[in-house]
Nanobody, 114 residues
């Protein structure tokens, strides 16, 4: 199982980015996918999660601004991030669970400037 996260970058406050998580080596359609982030000096936190059926949940801090989605045909999950603010600066990771084991992508840096 491999996950590859991409799409991070430098963006001004108020801007948008779309992160992508490409999966391989697994039956993507039946797996839930989570997006986490870790800011400097802080613990890794769950940002959004999407079940195999498409239902989604969000951290309170991103509700109404972030949207998680998936394309099973392309074996990808996405995190659309709008109205970004400085507090969203972090390394973002995608994660899935297969055979009761967690698999993480390598992380993609998101930096929001004022």
């Amino acid at each position: 199982v491999q996950l590859q996260a991409s799409g991070g970058g430098l963006v001004q406050a108020g801007g948008s980015l779309r992160l992508s998580c490409a999966a391989s080596g697994m039956n993507f359609a039946i797996a839930a996918v989570d997006w986490y982030r870790q800011a400097p000096g802080k613990e890794r936190e769950l940002v959004a999660a999407i079940a195999s059926g498409g239902s989604a949940n969000y951290a309170d801090s991103v509700k109404g601004r972030f949207t998680i989605s998936r394309d099973n045909g392309r074996r990808r999950a996405y995190l659309q991030m709008n109205s970004l603010n400085i507090d969203d600066t972090a390394v973002y990771y995608c994660k899935t669970k297969v055979w009761n084991r967690d698999f993480w992508g390598q992380g993609t840096q998101v930096t929001v400037s004022s």
